[in-house]
């Protein structure tokens, strides 16, 4: 359910959940060190090779790339739990969408870039896992804007090399139902999206075109926004008054406003508001400069990486690898080196000490604020500003493996969202106040995706194989009390909870599909601890900070801080999902190489 927008696009999102298998052991041979961007490369003009890269060439792999690895699927790997020795221009902590982005654009410009994840296996929330022979993407359900008809698909295509290739979910990519038996699908075109509107709401054509105006006004509106915020400190209030002034209105106007200045009738205003999943707040409280940016991102459909989610990661890194960076697994960034007022690289958890001139964090503002900045820099007026913003919500997924017929039994490519209630402000599943034994009320909503389905190159086998995934939302705070237990060793409690928890949104998934009820051979349900523990967001949060009005209003939430030297990606500075992070990723390397990145970007 985590597929949003990024500042040319909505993003894509994808739900953390159970991690995979652990990595085997593997042997790592590296060439010796010395960068193609040096040390001073982040100043400047690109070398030659990164010149080379923006006007369409393909200069040699340096002699100083690491050699990748190989998975047990034979394909290479260009990460381990080794680094080679430095020096490295940029260090990237976190590999998800923003991380390899920026990390892939830095490298591409000719920069020698580390990347550091915590987990055990990179991607972040685009990462993939497999139990008892089945395989799940924790996060990407469906991503809008890939195909070299917009911006974001081509550069996309130009940072992860041509081993990354989409599949259409088809013409219907979510279909709603609601209480009283309507449904309705989202097409993969806007006229029939329109169509589909107006036949669902004969008397409402006009309230419909004039909502779909505003989302076009308001989408365009954005880009100028988001690329003010990457200004440098000196031009930053000026290019956000002249590049930002048309998005304003729509930013500080929330979705249920919105959709009131057309239309008086509730059960369409739910409708057009439907995707809010996307992003995870409800109309009350969410931008809708931000749901225009997700409305526009699936206009045309959405699409599916072929080979699974993990495709994104292997031709993303890959494009560090090749160019002399590398990604470092099980890396644990403890605090980011602060010295004479500048960041200067990194502290893992087990001390060693890793030094660069620039650091990206894409790990979260708020986690990075709160947990990696030295004492001295956390009570500073810019990160006591940060704190003032909500994260989004956290949430629970089933992970499910059948055996049989799925698609006759009613799964499709296309994602379903089960609506139990009209009401989009029933945001999560009140399940806080459970007492072992005690009777759980219904989800608001399930959002369902079966990803076996929409990768051409998936083989159920003779047995059938095939995988689906439930999501919906929860509270936090209902599971903050085992926090600080161990994963897999929370207790009796938890696993009590945790079982009611699988067992009613099993019930709540089979009232909708019955039919897939026999197939069922396998399940297991992932929490917010879960996400806590491989990703790390504060509270749980699937999306990084709650996309309302206040979260754009704040001055301090740009890729730039105030510490020189230290850059965010991801998010949390542009929008939620895989291609809000990816936006996220762009808007730090614009900010940290600007007239690099933008001379790349024109050439895509």
């Known amino acids: 359910m985590t597929d949003a927008a990024s500042p040319a696009v909505p993003g894509a999102a994808a739900s ?105 296996v990179p991607g972040g929330f685009t990462h993939s896992f497999t139990r008892r022979r089945y395989h799940w993407d924790v996060g990407v359900h469906a991503i809008g804007e890939v195909t070299e008809k917009s911006l974001s698909g081509r550069l996309l295509a130009r940072l992860a090399g041509p081993g990354l290739r989409w599949a259409s979910l088809g013409p219907v990519y979510d279909s709603f139902d609601y209480p009283g038996g309507l449904k309705i699908d989202f097409p993969d075109s806007p006229e029939q999206f329109r169509a589909n509107l107006v036949a669902a709401f004969p008397q409402e054509r006009d309230g419909i075109d004039r909502y779909l105006s505003m989302v076009r006004d308001a989408a365009r509106a954005m880009r100028g926004f988001y690329l003010a915020r990457a200004a440098p400190p000196l031009l930053a209030p000026l290019a956000e008054w002249w590049m930002g002034r048309k998005a304003r209105p729509a930013l500080e106007l929330t979705v249920r406003d919105a959709t009131a200045r057309c239309t008086a009738d509730e059960r369409l205003r739910t409708v057009l508001a439907a995707q809010w999943g996307y992003y995870g707040a409800p109309p009350s409280r969410a931008s809708f400069g931000l749901h225009a940016l997700v409305v526009r991102h699936f206009l045309h459909g959405a699409w599916y990486p072929v080979g699974g989610a993990q495709e994104i990661s292997r031709g993303l ?119 072992g034994g005690s009777p759980l009320p219904e989800a608001p909503v399930l959002y369902c995706s079966f990803p076996s389905l929409k990768d051409p190159e998936h083989d159920p086998g003779p047995e059938q194989r095939h995988t689906g995934e439930v999501v919906t939302f929860a509270p936090w705070d209902a599971f903050s009390r085992w926090r600080e237990s161990g994963w897999r060793k929370r207790g009796e409690d938890y696993d009590r909870f945790k079982a009611d928890l699988q067992a009613r949104m099993l019930a709540q998934f089979f009232e909708h599909m019955p039919a897939l009820k026999p197939l069922l051979d396998f399940v297991d349900l992932s929490t917010p601890l879960s996400t806590d523990h491989f990703c790390r967001p504060v509270a749980g949060s699937i999306y990084g900070l709650e996309p309302t009005p206040e979260r754009f209003r704040c001055a301090r939430l740009r890729p730039r801080s105030p510490i020189p030297g230290l850059f965010f990606a991801g998010s949390d500075v542009a929008s939620g999902g895989v291609m809000g992070a990816m936006g996220g990723g762009i808007l730090a390397a614009i900010a940290a190489r600007p007239w690099d990145t933008v001379r790349l970007l024109r050439g895509v």
């Open 16 to 120: 953390p959940a159970v991690p995979g298998t652990a990595a085997p052991a593997e042997t790592v041979a590296f060439a010796p060190a010395g960068g193609t961007g040096g040390p001073g490369a982040s100043a400047g003009s690109p070398p030659a090779g990164a010149v080379a890269e923006v006007l369409g060439a393909s200069p040699a792999v340096p002699a100083n790339a690491a050699f990748p690895t190989r998975s047990p699927a034979s394909k290479p790997r260009y990460w381990s739990r080794q680094s080679p020795p430095g020096p490295w221009d940029t260090i990237v902590i976190g590999s998800g969408m923003g991380g390899m982005t920026c990390a892939a654009i830095l490298a591409l410009l000719g920069e020698r870039v580390l990347v550091l994840e915590q987990h055990y």
């Open 317 to 435: 890194l890959k494009t560090v690898a090749d160019r002399g960076g590398w990604t470092r697994l099980q890396a644990d960034v403890q605090e980011v080196l602060v010295e004479r007022g500048r960041a200067a690289g990194v502290r893992l958890a087990g001390g060693e000490v890793l030094r660069a001139p620039r650091v990206v964090s894409a790990a979260g503002v708020l986690a990075t604020a709160r947990r990696m900045l030295p004492e001295s820099c956390r009570e500073a007026a810019w990160t006591r500003e940060l704190e003032g913003l909500r994260p989004g919500p956290a949430h629970l997924c089933l992970y499910l493996g059948f055996k049989g017929d799925i698609r006759a039994a009613g799964a499709g490519s296309a994602n379903r969202w089960f609506y139990r209630t009209w009401d989009a402000e029933e945001e999560t599943w009140r399940v806080d106040g459970w007492q």
